[in-house]
């Protein structure tokens, strides 16, 4: 059963609307917690503002933040799916829709926040926005986002049906996938947070790859972390040959110096093991029934 099936299925004829409920209106701790952590940012950022702590350009500084923010959110809640195979945790799916609405409420943010550093001037604003190719990119993730914001609620899937819901918001990959074409393209100078968010989203792409096409076990799990850990060093490395002209060996080198920072490549991997390995644990104390059996050696 998809999502949008199993959605419906469930659905609770007096759900409630509050962000923390879960479809029969009880209070679900984990949907608490969700919606506590993803409106700490926008509180951190008002306390910022209204404290003074900001730099003489504070828009140009919360523009920044939110962006981050929105970036971060996104490919969080690509992981909800592949954490719910590996843990076989399917509460975590009453948190998807709220990561996703964050995302996009980050997104809407970071716009009006640089729209305000404009001045409010529309046709200046206008004219930036297709004529400067970051913020196209930065445009068209944030249409697909509104589009999928709008037609995540019952209504929308009862109204499209569950396959062509599912296939409208298969475009979460493409938002995600232009936002980080957005977030290359601006970088001045540290390619870092970049290289980190493109890297967990190439790992939670592969994942999902690997358990669609393959029967993976911990060696394959591991394997494709390493795979995916080597692809953000190389695109790192390929991000300052382009931008900086530094020699791309000196870059990939970088990754064994751990005297100043712990590179991208490696928490990737880490991250990836991390998962595989929890998969494996999981799948000892309690083989797999459904969802994993495809998976049982894990
Ligand atoms: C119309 C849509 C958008 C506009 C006009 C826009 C505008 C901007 C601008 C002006 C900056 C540069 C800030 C600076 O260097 O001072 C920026 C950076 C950024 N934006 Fe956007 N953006 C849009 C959509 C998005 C979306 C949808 C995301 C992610 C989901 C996003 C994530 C980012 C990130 C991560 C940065 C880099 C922040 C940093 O340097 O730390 N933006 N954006």
């Known amino acids: 059963m998809t999502y949008a099936q199993n959605h419906l299925s469930r659905a609770a004829p007096l759900a409630s609307w509050a962000p923390w409920s879960d479809r029969a209106g009880r209070l679900s701790w984990l949907k608490l917690a969700c919606f506590l952590a993803m409106a700490a940012p ?38 909800v799916t592949p954490l719910r195979w590996v843990t076989r945790w399917n509460k975590l799916i009453l948190v ?3 990561l996703g609405l964050a995302a996009l409420f980050y997104s809407l943010a970071h716009i009006a926040l640089w729209c305000a550093d404009l001045k409010f001037e529309w046709w200046n604003i206008l004219v930036e926005m ?20 709008v037609t995540s609620n019952d209504y929308f899937i009862r109204r499209l049906g569950a396959k062509s819901w599912n296939a409208l918001h298969a475009w979460v990959y493409a938002a995600a996938l232009l936002s980080l074409a957005h977030f290359f393209i601006e970088i001045r100078l540290d390619a870092t947070e970049a290289a980190l968010t493109s890297g967990f989203f190439v790992l939670l792409m592969a994942f999902r790859f690997v358990r669609k096409k393959l029967n993976p076990g911990l060696v394959t799990l591991c394997a494709t972390a390493v795979v995916c850990a080597l692809a953000t060093a190389a695109t790192e490395a390929a991000y300052y040959a382009i931008s900086t002209r530094v020699p791309v060996m000196r870059v990939l080198s970088a990754n064994l ?40 050696a894990i």
């Open 42 to 79: 926008a509180a951190w950022m008002a306390l910022q503002w209204q404290l003074g702590w900001l730099s003489p350009k504070p828009f140009a500084d919360l523009v920044r933040e939110s962006g981050d923010w929105a970036m971060r959110i996104l490919v969080l809640s690509l992981a």
């Open 96 to 98: 998807r829709r709220m």
């Open 130 to 149: 297709f004529v400067r190719i970051f913020l196209t990119t930065g445009l068209a993730a944030t249409l697909i986002m509104i589009a999928l914001g």
């Open 257 to 296: 110096d751990f005297s100043y920072t712990i590179r991208p490549a490696w928490w990737v991997l880490g991250a990836g093991v991390l998962i595989a390995l929890l998969a494996a644990w999981r799948n000892r104390v309690s083989p797999a029934p459904s969802v994993m059996r495809r998976s049982a």
